[in-house]
């Protein structure tokens, strides 16, 4: 083992820093600053794209996802969401100078209630015994498909609205069977549905792309956690109708008015790169939606660490460059060190 030593600037505070990581010989880490190591809170393991619809991964796949997000500085991964043979393995046998793995297991969804061939389909009367099943097999989280356009054998149906995916009484019985067990929940949610999901108890929001103000003070009351996974929506379509460029635009003028106010509330806004995205842009996209780069920089760091009970360990990214200068930096660390161990 080595000791790596830092001397520098320690962010997202911005303050004068030395810290040892590792035991053994000292060496010194090349970079003049330092982050405790990025935390991607919305990530798919076993979940790739391909020809724009989601597929599932095998665990060599999963595990070289691992790898990429370790070198990019990330040292621990919420995966809310795959094939639970594969996440729950990673999650219960972690390994030196890879990412900590948080895992919530399956989705939990009915039939044809989210995109195919990525989950087994969980029917309302079973919901309860699956749950109680996925803690039993290591799982801290779980990931309910709260809403969903209704699917076809293309995948969602064109035109078509989201529509809950079950009764709230039945979501209800997952949270109270989840928090009886220590665990938490998951939600994803698009709709007006999350004013509902978080008076029930949810303990984090995925996406919600139309959480109102009243909604992050309960949220936050209970200091709760949102990740709106924004790099999801890509890039504006230069063939979208006027319609969807409308809808675009609404929804970007409302997660600008709504994320600085999470902070304000109590709510820990967290970086997840879902399907497509990373960390680095995910922070980007946060500055570009009314966060500062600080408060960014927290929402990937501190903020999500204290937010998923990452307890204190030796890790630590260095840069050359200030990510408070540009956060497209986060995605070029100088050095990697992972629970002691230099991995870059």
């Known amino acids: 083992m080595t000791r790596w030593v830092f001397d520098g600037i320690g962010l997202p505070a911005g303050e004068s820093l030395r810290v040892e990581v590792g035991s053994g010989a000292a060496e010194v880490l090349p970079g003049r600053f330092a982050l405790p190591g990025l935390v991607d809170s919305h990530c798919h393991l076993t979940v790739g794209v391909r020809e724009r619809k989601p597929v599932s991964l095998?665990?060599?796949?999963?595990?070289?996802?691992?790898?990429?997000?370790?070198?990019?500085g990330v040292r621990a991964v919420r995966d809310v969401g795959g094939n639970r043979s594969i996440t729950l393995k990673l999650a219960t046998d972690p390994e030196d100078g890879r990412p900590v793995v948080l895992a919530a297991g399956r989705f939990f969804a009915p039939e044809a209630s989210y995109f195919a061939g990525i989950y087994e389909p969980v029917p309302a009367e079973s919901l309860v015994a699956a749950?109680?099943?996925?803690?039993?097999?290591?799982?801290?989280?779980?990931?309910?498909?709260?809403?969903?356009?209704?699917?076809?054998?293309?995948?969602?149906?064109?035109?078509?609205?989201?529509?809950?995916?079950?009764?709230?009484?039945a979501?209800?019985?997952?949270?109270?069977?989840?928090?009886?067990?220590?665990?938490?929940?998951?939600?994803?949610?698009?709709?007006?549905?999350?004013?509902?999901?978080?008076?029930?108890g949810i303990d984090s929001v995925e996406h919600g792309e139309v959480i109102t103000a009243d909604d992050l003070k309960t949220l936050g009351a209970r200091g709760g956690g949102w990740t709106p996974t924004l790099s999801a929506y890509g890039p504006p379509d230069p063939?979208?109708?006027?319609?969807?460029?409308?809808?675009?635009?609404?929804?970007?003028?409302?997660?600008?008015?709504?994320?600085?106010?999470?902070?304000?509330?109590?709510?820990?806004?967290?970086?997840?790169?879902?399907?497509?995205?990373t960390v680095a842009g995910e922070v980007d996209q946060l500055v570009r939606h009314g966060l500062t780069v600080a408060q960014a920089l927290e929402a990937a760091t501190t903020s999500a660490a204290?937010?998923?009970?990452?307890?204190?360990?030796?890790?630590?990214?260095?840069?050359?460059?200030d990510p408070r200068e540009h956060p497209d930096i986060l995605a070029t660390p100088t050095a990697v060190v992972l629970r002691g161990h230099r991995i870059r």
């Open 58 to 72: 095998d665990e060599a796949a999963a595990r070289a996802m691992l790898a990429v997000l370790g070198q990019a």
């Open 131 to 169: 749950v109680e099943a996925e803690l039993d097999a290591g799982a801290t989280w779980i990931k309910l498909v709260a809403d969903f356009p209704p699917v076809g054998p293309d995948g969602p149906i064109p035109g078509s609205a989201m529509t809950p995916n079950y009764e709230m009484s």
């Open 171 to 200: 979501v209800e019985d997952v949270i109270a069977t989840a928090h009886a067990r220590g665990a938490r929940v998951a939600a994803h949610v698009q709709t007006g549905l999350v004013s509902e999901l978080i008076r029930a």
């Open 239 to 277: 063939n979208a109708t006027p319609q969807q460029a409308e809808r675009r635009r609404a929804r970007t003028e409302h997660m600008t008015e709504m994320l600085p106010l999470a902070g304000q509330y109590g709510v820990h806004v967290l970086t997840g790169s879902d399907m497509v995205g």
């Open 306 to 321: 204290g937010f998923l009970g990452l307890t204190a360990t030796d890790d630590l990214v260095t840069y050359d460059a």
